[in-house]
Every structure is written in structure tokens, then in C-alpha cells.
């Protein structure tokens, strides 16, 4: 038995869609035959982008996408990837799998996406091994208007109009592949670079490279000789079932030890963002500047017989629990938690979509987006749980996520996951003095390791679910195991 107590009353404060957002890097086969196929394809596109991947993402309503990396994006050099496409540079990957890019996806073709999908850019630039001037280039020439010599060259391009963008990274990971910069160093480094990602028309926000993990002197640091100077700082996090890189796991094959010790480890993201936001909090308490956590998601060892350097894996209802845990905690941390991306949106770690050839599946994890596309632009609503916890491995979690909000529609939505393997679980949702009405549940469920392949792309999808039931003020959900809900009321 659990409780879930909504206070419809009490709004918290707004959660910002870009949440929501996805993450595109040059990565094995995220942009190339993953989105990008090229105009000349037998996959059916539209202007190079794959028409069935474009659609299915629009019913998620995807609100920014990050790209081009990444470590990708310290090594890319925009430059080469504009123009006519025979004349493009080519370059070796060297951090994702030694390909050849042939940089036929560019700056055009990455607005051209974005213009697809409804959504806002987040371009990532290079600070690692790219110039000052080279980023204040690519500014000049998306957002510059008049005459000069990146906007003609826009022009030349095929491109009249100025593009719109709406936030910018100056580096990735410059703690690590980017560049493997002291906390000190990158700071008066980003104050330099930051100065010239210039404001032509509409304003960008820049986003700062923040923490690895738990790396809280990062922060500090970066905040302290920084923090007037940026909108967003950036967070990575990955769940790992196990530590060594060398042996993650399998994303398919694992026990149920397995499952409840990498639903601990996304529970620490919890602390991440209490500790990180603390810090910022002491030198924004206004809490102007957004922790954007660019990176997030599962990373397993990749699918059996797979190049190593395209992270290419499976997913299955256990990522949809990661998911669940981690989309409402990044609502109810929605006064500092302003932007989130899951890494990655197609074919790469904790994918939406799956792709082979001109066949499309969507995971697990995609329908729990799909679930919680309704709390994007909402108002935060209080809320808590009262549930029995469950003990893993390394230490207990709550049997129960959830968060609530008032959405746009006018409407209370409550996504809750009941994240026991192998028990049911009756949940009363309480709305205090409120009376509930019009109630509809929607919701996706399975056994741990369900997931949707080429052969049964069906296995894990959404359902209406009728069961639930209002009593009073309440409403009261006999939960299946391992099952992600969406519950939509008037109240
Ligand atoms: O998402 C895969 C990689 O993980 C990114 O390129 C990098 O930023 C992070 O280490």
C-alpha cells in the first residue's frame, strides 16, 4: 500500500519543456542512418531526414536538441561541415569508432532538423581544440542579419534568413575530452570564449562545461570566477549498473540484483543536484543560472557483436524506471533544474529509437517521454509519497516515484512508477479538500527485461488503462509491477 498526497493548490514553480530535451552527437549511428540518411535514400525522408524517425519524435514533442557531441563537439570544426556537400572535409572520429565523417551533416542540416521537429537549438561549441574566433564565426554566421563576411557567406549557402539560437556551449567535458582543463583554467577560458558568442538579434544562453558527477570543486570554481557570465551550467551523469567502464553490463541480460542496484544508482542523482544546486545557490541565490544536465541516461556495454565506439544498446522497462526516476526528480528540482537531455535521442546509449536499415523501433524509454510529455511548460504541484522502500544491493530506495503539475490543458497530471520487479502495489492518490473528476489513466508495463526488438516492436507500449477508480477525494490505482503511469484529472 502507498500514498500519494497532490496539493492542486500549491504551485511550486514552472518546469521548463526543455527538460525534456534530447541529445544528437556524431556518434555511431545517431545522426548518420539513424536521422540522417541523405536526400538520395531509399529511406523515405524529407530533405535528408528520416521520415518515420522525424514523425515519431514529434509525438513526444521534443523541446531543444543538443548536438553536434559531446567530445565530438571539441573536435568539430564547423567550417568543414557547410557548403556543397562533394566538397565537404572529410575527418576521422577518433573518439567514437575511427569513422570517416564526411561532415554531410552540418550547421544547415542540424537547423533543418530542428525546423522538422518544432523544437530549440542547443549548438555545443568547440573550445578544446577550436579558436576564439572560429566560435565567434559560427554565431555570425546563424545569427548575424546584415553585411559580413560569415552572414554573405550564409547566404552564399543557401541560407537568407538568420537561424535562431537559442542556447550555446562553449565546450563539453573540458574536464576531460575537452581538453582536460583545471577548474581555473577553463573558467577564465569560457569568460574569454563566452565574450565573443555575441547576441546579434535574439539573446543565446550560454552554458557553461560543468561537473563530472560529484566533482562539487567544479563547481565552486567554475561559479566563483564564472557565474556572472553564464545562464546555464551544465551537469553529467550516467547510470552505470556496475563501476568498472570495462564491464557496465549487459542492457538486456541481467538480474533482478542488477535492476534494483541501477535504480539505486539514478536515485543519486537526487544528491547531485541537492549538492550541485547548494553550491550555485551560494553564489546565484536568485537561481538565475539553470543547472542544465546535458547528459543523462544508462550506459551499458554495448550490443554483443557491435563496433565498441558506436555505444549502440538495448533498452528495456529498466530504462523506462531510470527514466521515470529521473524525470521527476528533474521536475521537482524544476527552481534550478532547467534543462535536460537524454544522451542519446537515436540508435546511441539510452535511446528513444532504435534503427536498423529502413526499420524503426521505438524503446521503452521513449514511451515513458511520451507519458510525461504532459508536465512540459506545467506549474510544479507539491506533492509527497508514502511507500514501503525496497533494499538493493547498495542500500534501500522508495518502492514509488512520483511528481505532479498543473498543466497547460487546465488539467492536475501525476506520473508515477511502481518500481517493484515482481510486486503489485495499491496506490491512493489523496487531492486533500479537492474533488477529482474525469479521470484517465494511461501507462506502460512489463517484466524488468521487456523490450521492443525488429522481431516484436510491440512488446512494451502504451495503454489506456481503465482500472483506476475515484473514491472521494481520491483515487486509487492497483498497480502492476514494474509499470510507468500517467494519471490526468480535473481537480
Ligand atoms: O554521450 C557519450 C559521451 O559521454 C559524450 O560524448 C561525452 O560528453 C560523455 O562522456
Known amino acids: 500500500m502507498a ?52 514523425e515519431a519524435l514529434k509525438q513526444i514533442r521534443v523541446p531543444v536538441l543538443r548536438w553536434p557531441g559531446g567530445c565530438f563537439a571539441d573536435e568539430y570544426h564547423w567550417k568543414d561541415g557547410i557548403g556543397p556537400k562533394e566538397k565537404r572535409k572529410k575527418m ?13 551533416f552540418g550547421t544547415h542540416e542540424f ?101 563530472n558527477a560529484d566533482d562539487y570543486n567544479w563547481t565552486r570554481k567554475v561559479m566563483e570566477i564564472a557565474g556572472n557570465y553564464m545562464d546555464g551550467l551544465s551537469l553529467h551523469y550516467y547510470t552505470l549498473p556496475n563501476e568498472k567502464w570495462e564491464h557496465k553490463g549487459s542492457a538486456t541480460e541481467f538480474e533482478e540484483a542488477d535492476y534494483y542496484r541501477t535504480l539505486k544508482k539514478t536515485y543519486y542523482m537526487e544528491e547531485l543536484i541537492q549538492r ?5 545557490d551560494s553564489y546565484d541565490p536568485q537561481k538565475r543560472v539553470g543547472l542544465m544536465i546535458d547528459e543523462w541516461g544508462t550506459w551499458y556495454d554495448v550490443e554483443p557483436g557491435t563496433n565498441p565506439g558506436f555505444l549502440y544498446q538495448q533498452n528495456t522497462m529498466r530504462d523506462a524506471m531510470v527514466a521515470a526516476i529521473n524525470l521527476n526528480l528533474f521536475n521537482r528540482h524544476c527552481d534550478r533544474v532547467k ?11 539510452q535511446a528513444m529509437i532504435l534503427t536498423e536499415g529502413d526499420a524503426m523501433v521505438l524503446t521503452p524509454t521513449y514511451y515513458v517521454f511520451d507519458l510525461y510529455q504532459c508536465h512540459q511548460g506545467a506549474e510544479l504541484l507539491e506533492s509527497s509519497v508514502n511507500c514501503g522502500e525496497i533494499e538493493t544491493e547498495l542500500g534501500t530506495i ?24 515482481d510486486r503489485g502495489e495499491a496506490v491512493t492518490v489523496h487531492f486533500g479538500e479537492d474533488m477529482p473528476a474525469e479521470l484517465s489513466v494511461e ?14 516492436p510491440d512488446c512494451v507500449k502504451k495503454v489506456v488503462w481503465k482500472e483506476g477508480r475515484m473514491e472521494g477525494n481520491c483515487v486509487v490505482l492497483e498497480l502492476p509491477a514494474c509499470c510507468v503511469v500517467h494519471l490526468e484529472c480535473l481537480v
Not at 22 to 30: I, N, T
Not at 92 to 104: C, K, L, Q
Open 3 to 54: 500514498d500519494i498526497y497532490v496539493n492542486a493548490k500549491k504551485k511550486l514553480g514552472k518546469i521548463n519543456r526543455e527538460i525534456y530535451g534530447q541529445f544528437s552527437e556524431h556518434l555511431g549511428r545517431c545522426i548518420y542512418s539513424g536521422i540522417y540518411v541523405g536526400e538520395d535514400s531509399q529511406i523515405p525522408n524529407r530533405n535528408g531526414m528520416r521520415t518515420d524517425v522525424v
Open 92 to 104: 576521422i572520429n577518433t573518439h567514437w569508432g575511427g569513422t570517416i565523417e564526411d561532415n554531410s
Open 111 to 211: 537547423m533543418e532538423l530542428c525546423r522538422q521537429l518544432g523544437c530549440k537549438t542547443y549548438i555545443n561549441g568547440n573550445m578544446g581544440s577550436g579558436t576564439v574566433q572560429e566560435m565567434s564565426e559560427w554565431v555570425e554566421y546563424m545569427t548575424f542579419e546584415g553585411t559580413s563576411p560569415m552572414a554573405d557567406w550564409r547566404r552564399k549557402n543557401g541560407q537568407e534568413d538568420i537561424w535562431k539560437v537559442d542556447y550555446f556551449g562553449v565546450g563539453n567535458e573540458n574536464w576531460g575530452c575537452g581538453g582536460n582543463m583545471r577548474a581555473e583554467y577553463y573558467a577564465d577560458e569560457y569568460r574569454r570564449y563566452q565574450t565573443y558568442v555575441r547576441n546579434y538579434g535574439s539573446k543565446i544562453q550560454k552554458i557553461a562545461c560543468g561537473a
Open 276 to 280: 550541485h544546486g547548494g553550491i550555485m
Open 339 to 349: 534543462m535536460a537531455n537524454i544522451a542519446q535521442m537515436v540508435n546511441v546509449l
Open 398 to 421: 522508495p518502492g514509488i516515484t512520483q511528481s505532479a503539475s498543473f498543466g497547460e490543458d487546465g488539467k492536475v497530471h501525476i506520473t508515477i512508477a511502481n518500481l517493484s520487479a
Open 443 to 456: 501507462m506502460i508495463c512489463g517484466g524488468m527485461r521487456d523490450k521492443n526488438t525488429f522481431e516484436e
